[in-house]
């Protein structure tokens, strides 16, 4: 079955300094992977997707399927970036014709930028 | 507006009430997942449907249930509540396309409230 693993529930930085908050998975097949952010219990907001290789709001997020990792990175934090992140995986669609795209979450990670 | 609608968006209740949550997905998406958030246990896949039917099942207590409609909005139903039900609960629904590859869109919530 498929696990997504955020190690850190927490995590603070002071603002301009980088930020990684680690995602790991596991999963038999070809993942897909995503990052939502979370703003105040507010809804959840597709932040990337690794599909895409996209840069948003300066986060990116490097699929190593050696590591089975997708850690989320950014240069330079800013105190905006406060919330919830979640790491994300789809397993698609399987042999079987089920499971058309549900997605297991991580624990989450609170990210807390100080001024 | 994300297009994923969810009412009520408050709700209060006494333990042994039923409830029911409503959700009305993006315009064009036919698959709809719910999801419950709470502190301890994070989000946590409910069940999905797709134009109509069950999809996949994840940890749902057989005290809830839930359907989509024709018209493809859907509605979780809540029973014999108890203080521990007491959540925010998230209804997303993503394009259907084999895989996942462009996410979820998710709704704002209800907040459940149980006393």
């Known amino acids: 079955a498929q696990r997504v693993t955020q190690p850190e529930k927490l995590l603070s930085v002071f603002k301009g300094a980088p930020v990684e908050l680690k995602c790991n998975y596991s999963?038999?097949?070809?993942?897909?992977l995503f990052w939502y952010v979370q703003y105040s219990r507010q809804r959840l907001q597709l932040l990337l997707r690794?599909?895409s290789r996209e840069s948003i709001k300066g986060f990116t997020a490097d699929l190593n399927k050696g590591e089975t990792s997708f850690h989320l990175k950014k240069p330079f934090a800013q105190e905006e970036d406060s919330a919830m992140y979640y790491c994300?995986?789809?397993?698609?669609?399987?042999?079987?014709?089920?499971?058309?795209?549900?997605?297991?979450f991580g624990q989450g990670t609170i990210l807390t930028v100080h001024p | 507006d994300s297009g994923v609608t969810q009412t009520p968006k408050h709700l209060i209740t006494a333990t042994g009430q039923r409830v029911t949550l409503r959700c009305s997905p993006r315009?064009?998406?036919?698959?709809v997942y719910w999801y419950q958030q709470s502190l301890d246990q994070g989000l946590q896949f409910l069940i999905q449907?797709?134009?109509?039917?069950?999809?996949a099942k994840g940890n749902i207590l057989e005290r809830f249930s839930a359907q989509q409609f024709p018209d493809l909005h859907s509605e979780l139903n809540l029973s014999s509540l108890e203080l521990g039900d007491s959540a925010l609960y998230f209804c997303?629904?993503?394009?259907?396309?084999?895989?996942?590859?462009?996410?979820?869109?998710f709704g704002s919530g209800t907040r459940l409230t149980v006393v």
């Open positions: 315009s064009g998406d036919l698959s």
């Open positions: 999963y038999s097949g070809s993942p897909e």
């Open positions: 449907y797709y134009n109509g039917e069950e999809r």
């Open positions: 690794h599909i």
């Open positions: 994300a995986l789809s397993e698609g669609v399987n042999a079987g014709g089920t499971s058309y795209g549900k997605l297991t």
């Open positions: 997303a629904s993503s394009v259907s396309a084999p895989g996942l590859l462009y996410g979820y869109t």
